[in-house]
């Protein structure tokens, strides 16, 4: 399955420029498209000109988003050999998500530096997510895959369930929409959020991308791996936490954006292959055009009613995950 | 007088709790070809492992040149030293070229690019092993002998000192088999690389290696050439079978015959 048009390195650069070309047009074709349709002219009078701002601040949040899960959702992948890994299935979003929200029941007083709290707080619900699917399905030394996805999918619930059992209770102290947040909001209530998501998806995915030549020897196997000169328990927890964070970040402000991460690149590697220093920005730049492209469907899709983004990822998302599992069965449970 | 590669010195090994070796201690010199044999959860792949840090001993310690390996960084140790493993896959699709420069991971800094000199030890280990119509297939579209012989093209381009392998042609018919082992003996004689290996087959290990290590009972039972390893009471003491050793009229090896019917008496 070797891409033979791929053997040619220029054309690796070429791919690369392609999609940011496709970027940039989505960006721009969905800057004018919206509730309120908005033409060249309009940028330059004051009520249109807000909106316009605001949909632009709405489209890099979308961008940074989507590449954020689609690179986390490959290095989830990778680094636990299973091409179903995702941030959403893994249940690392919704630890995420309770982890804010049990910020904002606890810290009312903190809330002034949201910026710095909410990534923070989603952060620490994230890795206690993950630290806990992978214990529930370690069995004998070895995580198998069945285990994996079972343990992601029932922890994913249940905090998914806690956080719905908190609002619940607390609703009145809760910011309003939180639900409305919880299934993947795309507004950008404050630019300096914008900045905070900015600073860590950069930091995440860069991180990510200095360690593309070990996340090609992992799908090795440990063994081989190991003898390569790869330090694997260190990298892969180094790399499960920095997944971890580039998650966090998006749900922070976002709330559950679910699926992204399976669909992205799981595209990109049919489309490419399987080289991490190509496949790495491949996936941020997918995940950018594809979280853009689904938000325009949400804003337009039956107008005047918005539908949650997280709703729009998990219909496209949901029947891909179950062909690939279908797909793979051989392959994956043999 | 060649001096010492790889030495373990009481070495036990095993997994966790179990204990499987027990006080190992063996070398082996700069350009010997050294056979482990012994029979099945002997512990032959566990010392091969250990040999190669992928596992930690449980006690005693593995030298590399009188350096306790255990010291001695993961990527150093691969620059030194290379491990086939029984059977190598890739979890993701990867084309064989892929494969191959993964071998120059130890040598490379981060974000540092393979330059002309890491092209052309690639093209070198290809000409050897001869597999250079190859090497733009995806690794799944090969056969498990064409799989092997890139894996091992993989580990030369580490430009390893010593080689490890675990059974490199346990699951490949004879002719695949003969391929392997004479590159091996070719690589051993002609580019003095030194050679471990694990081994199923008794007939191969005698015919290729300079001397055995035969492991059973949850140490060394014996080493030495395969005219003294391969020896019938000693192989039926260890395999628990009865044989007859003759000499290969061709090689002048020892060559193992199994007696069938031993069992129904």
Avoid at chain 1, 111 to 123: C, G, I, V
Avoid at chain 1, 214 to 232: M, Q
Avoid at chain 1, 279 to 299: H, K, Q, Y
Wanted: with cysteine; charged share 20%.
């Amino acid at each position: 399955m070797e891409k033979p048009w791929l053997k040619n390195k220029k054309n690796r650069f070429l791919l690369i420029l392609v999609m940011c070309l496709v970027l940039s047009m989505v960006i721009i074709s969905s800057a004018f498209f919206g509730a309120v349709s908005i033409s060249l002219g309009d940028i330059f009078g004051n009520i249109n000109r807000n909106i316009f701002y605001l949909r632009l601040q709405r489209i890099m949040l979308a961008a940074l988003v989507g590449g954020g899960l689609s690179v986390a959702g490959l290095v989830f992948q990778s680094i636990l050999r299973n091409p179903l890994a995702d941030p959403y299935i893994l249940g690392v979003s919704s630890g995420g998500g309770l982890g804010v929200v049990i910020m904002m029941i606890l810290g009312m007083g903190l809330l002034r530096f949201d910026a710095l709290t909410f990534p923070l707080s989603s952060f620490l619900g994230s890795i206690f997510a993950i630290l806990l699917v992978y214990r529930l399905a370690r069995v004998e030394g070895r995580t198998p895959v069945q285990n994996l996805l079972l343990s992601g999918v029932i922890v994913g619930t249940i905090f998914t369930n806690v956080l719905v059992f908190i609002v619940w209770i607390f609703e009145d102290k809760m910011a309003k929409g939180i639900i409305w947040w919880l299934l993947g909001n795309l507004d950008v209530i404050e630019p300096r959020f914008l900045l905070s998501i900015l600073f860590l998806e950069v930091i995440g995915v860069g991180t990510v991308l200095l360690f593309s030549r070990e996340l090609d020897i992992l799908s090795l196997g440990e063994e081989e791996a190991l003898a390569l000169g790869v330090e694997t328990e260190r990298i892969k927890k180094f790399l499960l936490l920095i997944a971890s964070l580039i998650t966090a970040a998006a749900v922070s402000f976002c709330g559950i954006i679910g699926f992204v991460g399976l669909i992205v690149p799981h595209t990109m590697r049919l489309l490419l292959n399987n080289e991490h220093r190509l496949l790495i920005p491949a996936c941020f730049l997918g995940g950018a055009i594809f979280l853009i492209v689904s938000d325009t469907f949400a804003r337009k899709l039956i107008m005047p009613v918005e539908i949650p983004i997280g709703v729009i990822t998990a219909l496209i998302g949901g029947p891909m995950f179950i062909y690939l599992l279908q797909r793979k069965k051989k392959i994956l449970f043999k | 007088m060649p001096e010492t590669l790889l030495e373990t010195k009481n070495l036990s090994c095993g997994y966790g709790e179990k204990i499987i070796l027990k006080d190992i201690s063996f070398g082996i010199k700069e350009g010997e070809f050294l056979g482990i044999i012994g029979p099945n959860g002997a512990g032959k792949s566990t010392l091969l492992k250990t040999a190669s840090k992928i596992i930690s001993p449980l006690s005693g310690a593995v030298y590399y040149q009188g350096e306790d390996i255990s010291k001695l960084r993961r990527k150093a140790l691969a620059r030194n030293m290379a491990y086939v493993s029984q059977e190598a896959q890739a979890w993701f699709s990867f084309s064989v070229l892929e494969i191959l420069m993964m071998g120059r991971y130890p040598f490379l800094k981060r974000l540092e690019a393979e330059g002309k000199a890491d092209w052309d030890i690639m093209k070198k280990a290809v000409s050897l092993t001869d597999i250079g119509e190859l090497i733009y297939n995806s690794l799944d579209e090969l056969s498990s002998g064409e799989r092997q012989l890139v894996f091992i093209a993989k580990a030369l381009i580490q430009e390893p000192k010593l080689l490890l392998l675990d059974e490199p042609t346990a699951h490949l018919d004879i002719g695949h088999e003969m391929k392997i082992f004479d590159l091996l003996r070719k690589l051993n004689r002609q580019y003095r690389l030194s050679i471990i290996t694990v081994l199923h087959d008794l007939n191969l290990a005698g015919q290729y290696c300079d001397r055995l290590l035969l492991l059973s009972g949850g140490g060394i039972k014996k080493i030495g050439t395969p005219e003294e390893v391969l020896e019938y009471k000693t192989i039926e003491e260890s395999y628990n079978t009865v044989v007859v050793v003759k000499e290969n009229p061709i090689s002048k090896k020892p060559h193992v015959f199994t007696i069938p019917g031993q069992f129904n008496k």
